[in-house]
C-alpha cells in the first residue's frame, strides 16, 4: 500500500500531455465590384450549393498522391465549404441582377442558379503545393422549367506556404476568379430570356 501511495504521489507532478488546438479557416474571397455594369432586369435565385461526396465536410482536404483524399489533423473550416459559398455567390451576382434571393424562399425567381463543388483540396504532389478549386453550375429558366445552360469552373492556384494556412489564402485566390466567372457565366446565358 505505501508502493502505492509513493507512485500515486509521484505521478501528480506529471503534467498533461500537450493538445494541439485546432486552426479555424473561412472562405471569404473578396466579391470583386464591377462598375458600370449592365445589370438584367430578372430574379436570380441561387439554391444553396451542393458538396461532392469527400467535400461535404468541416475538415480540409488534401492529396498526397493520386486518388487518395486525406484531411488535416487539427485544421477545420468554419463551416462546410458549400455554405460558406452560398454568401458569396449571392454578393457576386447582385451586382448583374435586379435581385438575388436565396431558394427555397417566397420571392418568385426568373431564373435560378444550382451549384456543386466538385473539388476544393491542397494537392502535395507538385512544389509549390496548389490548391485545385472545381464548381459546376447549372442555370435554369425557373418559368419555362429548362436548363439555359452548364458549365464547369476550374481553377488552381499555388499556395502561398506548404502548410494549411497556405491552401486557405491559395483557395480564397482561386475562390474569388471563380466568382467573377460565375457572375459573367449568369449574365450571358440569362440574355435571351
Excluded at 31 to 46: F, G, N, P
Aim: glycine fraction near 4%.
Amino acid at each position: 500500500m505505501l508502493v502505492c501511495t509513493l507512485l500515486l504521489a509521484g505521478c501528480t507532478g506529471l503534467q498533461a500531455p500537450q493538445v494541439e488546438k485546432f486552426h479555424i479557416y473561412t472562405l471569404d474571397a473578396l466579391v470583386s465590384v464591377k462598375t458600370a455594369q449592365l445589370k438584367r432586369d430578372l430574379v436570380l435565385s441561387v439554391s444553396m450549393p451542393r458538396a461532392k461526396t469527400g467535400f461535404d465536410t468541416f475538415k480540409m482536404a488534401y492529396q498526397r498522391q493520386p486518388h487518395e483524399l486525406e484531411y488535416f489533423a487539427v485544421n477545420r473550416w468554419a463551416d462546410t465549404p458549400a455554405r460558406m459559398l452560398a454568401p458569396l455567390l449571392v454578393q457576386t451576382l447582385e451586382q448583374g441582377f435586379r435581385a438575388v434571393v436565396q431558394a427555397p424562399g417566397a420571392v418568385s425567381s426568373n431564373i435560378r442558379l444550382d451549384t456543386e463543388l466538385i473539388r476544393l483540396q491542397q494537392n502535395f504532389e507538385t512544389r509549390p503545393s496548389r490548391v485545385q478549386l472545381t464548381l459546376r453550375a447549372q442555370l435554369i429558366d425557373v418559368t419555362d422549367k429548362r436548363v439555359l445552360a452548364i458549365k464547369l469552373f476550374d481553377e488552381t492556384e499555388n499556395a502561398t506556404s506548404e502548410d494549411a494556412y497556405g491552401g486557405v489564402v491559395a483557395a480564397n485566390r482561386a475562390l474569388q476568379r471563380v466568382l467573377d466567372q460565375v457572375l459573367e457565366f449568369c449574365i450571358n446565358e440569362s440574355a435571351s430570356h
